[in-house]
């Protein structure tokens, strides 16, 4: 059995950036040989990035990317707020957000086929999967391309925001940005508001219109009145100004001359499910398989 040097690791790690222990293990496997212990490591992260794939990423980041009247805005998920920190998970999503604006992908399956570093986009996602040891997916982007003036917020890496508007002062788009990723409205107008949306909301407020024991009449009203709050509540043109509760956004733009077109908002994990493990049964499942092994 040939000695494993840790510069013999080093070397395997450097190679295939690969963890130090999937190295260690790889050239232990093929007896010092690099290059078999090389074959075997990719196998390995290969295998790695299957078992991955049906594990939830409720967890990452949103970043964006704007550029010559093109914006882009990435949601890419893992597993644990630990690897959404991490710096090749963190440079990964930059450079789709880049891809995405500068190649207009159709979808994500479409992006994944993109060139990227003498590859492809998915065969860096799987690379970096074997890297870290979680599932990593791009769940989704949005991408505009317009003559008008865009802007973009991050609030830290779990909300993201993109804004399409037209107006001189610069800062009305990051204000705008800035308040979407506050308020979190669901369309632009109250006219844009999806029907399920309104048709949930209504269904509430006849629940508890019927409880109060009025006129049928009066109950119509009341309800009414509840999806029509609901509705300003939910559009961003008749949300209060964060800045300046005083005034709606539809003043606050007229005011400053301004427009907004559209708007994208990406909120980490939204409507994903995750999953609830048992920590210490996890960590009594791992201590038992290494003791197997």
């Known amino acids: 059995m040939a000695a494993i040097t840790a510069s013999m690791v080093a070397e395997l790690r450097a190679k295939t950036d690969a963890p130090m222990m999937e190295c260690k293990k790889a050239l232990t496997e093929a007896d010092g040989d690099l290059e078999r212990a090389e074959e075997l490591l990719r196998v390995k992260l ?9 594990r939830v990423t409720a ?98 890496t779990r909300i993201g925001v993109l804004v399409e508007f037209a107006g001189a002062d610069e800062q009305v788009g990051k204000d705008v940005a800035m308040h979407i990723a506050a308020m979190k409205p669901v369309s632009l107008s109250s006219e844009e508001v999806p029907a399920d949306l309104i048709a949930k909301e209504r269904s509430i407020a006849e629940q508890k219109a019927a409880e109060s024991g009025k006129p049928a009449e009066i109950v119509a ?49 939204e409507g994903i499910e995750k999953r609830q493990d048992d920590f210490a049964a996890e960590v009594a499942a791992q201590v038992a398989a290494a003791k197997q092994s």
């Open 221 to 269: 009203k009341m309800v009414d009145g509840s999806v029509q709050k609901y509705l300003k509540e939910v559009s961003l043109l008749n949300q209060p100004f964060v800045k300046n509760d005083k005034q709606t956004i539809e003043q606050m733009l007229k005011a400053a001359g301004a427009s907004v077109q559209k708007f994208a908002l990406f909120v980490v994990g």
């Open 59 to 156: 967890e990452g980041i949103v970043t964006s990317h704007i550029e010559g009247g093109v914006g882009a805005l990435v949601e890419l998920n893992c597993e644990t707020d630990f690897v959404a920190k991490n710096d090749d998970f963190l440079a990964f999503g930059k450079t789709v957000a880049e891809i995405v604006a500068k190649t207009n992908p159709a979808d994500v399956a479409a992006l994944g086929a993109r060139p990227l570093e003498s590859s492809t986009v998915d065969a860096v996602r799987l690379a970096l999967v074997g890297k870290i040891g979680e599932n990593v997916s791009i769940r989704r982007f949005v991408r505009f391309e317009s003559s008008n003036k865009l802007a973009s917020y991050l609030h830290g």
């Open 46 to 54: 290969g295998n790695k990035a299957s078992k991955a794939a049906s």
